[in-house]
């Protein structure tokens, strides 16, 4: 059985501050990572990928990958209200256009 | 561009009954995608297509429910008869034929009583 696996939290940070999401995944040929955010109610939206090994940074977001660990990260930093969903990884074992398979997700709550 | 398009957005059935979700891509992707996502879970694929060929179907409980997408485009899943477990938000994504699934619609929440 092919896992994702999150701290489901919630995890609560005040705003301002790095709020640090975290994924493992049991499929060693899995090759791409994705990070989506789900406000409740809503459907889940692509906010990173990441392919390599190391960090990838895109504004606030950080994604860091390492596949010896098999282990996926999510950086937010400089928190703000607006970040609060739920942060859902997801791994592929191609460039995403195969199956994506889901983490449960873990809910970030920022405070103001 | 459009987004993409699902109805209905809820749905309330008893156990045993029949129902039917649609979903419209946005115009020109290939890969149509369903999930199931069980509150508290992330989506769970349950079918994909490429144009009009499934390509994953692994995880589709084929006694009870189906898909399809006739010429390419949108496309329906059924789910006959419903049961209990079955109560979930069923979302649709597109995508390019080769490009990471980007895009999902709004869901339809269906609840089985």
């Known amino acids: 059985q092919k896992e994702v696996e999150q701290n489901s939290g919630p995890l609560s940070v005040p705003e301002g501050a790095i709020a640090s999401l975290n994924c493992t995944y049991s499929?060693?040929?899995?090759?791409?990572f994705f990070w989506y955010r789900q406000y409740s109610g809503k459907s889940p939206e692509l906010i990173m990928s990441i392919y390599s090994n190391g960090d990838k940074e895109d504004g606030r977001f950080t994604a860091q990958l390492n596949k010896a660990s098999q282990y996926v990260s999510l950086l937010i930093r400089d928190s703000q209200p607006s970040d609060s969903a739920t942060y859902l990884c997801a791994a592929s074992r191609e460039g995403g256009s195969e199956k994506l398979v889901f983490g449960k997700g873990t809910k970030l709550t920022v405070n103001p | 561009e459009a987004g993409v398009a699902q109805s209905p957005r809820y749905k309330i059935i008893e156990k045993r009954q029949s129902v039917a979700f649609w979903c419209n891509p946005i115009?020109?992707?290939?890969?149509l995608y369903w999930y199931q996502q069980i509150l508290g879970q992330g989506p769970k694929l349950l079918i994909q297509f490429q144009n009009n060929g499934v390509v994953d179907d692994s995880q589709l409980p084929k006694d009870r429910f189906s898909a399809e997408r006739l010429k390419g485009v949108d496309s329906t899943l059924k789910i006959q008869p419903a049961k209990l477990e079955d109560s979930a938000v069923y979302l649709c994504?597109?995508?390019?034929?080769?490009?990471?699934?980007?895009?999902f619609g709004s869901g339809t929440q269906l609840s089985v009583l």
């Open positions: 499929d060693r040929g899995s090759q791409s």
């Open positions: 994504a597109s995508s390019l034929g080769d490009r990471v699934l980007e895009v």
């Open positions: 115009s020109g992707h290939a890969t």
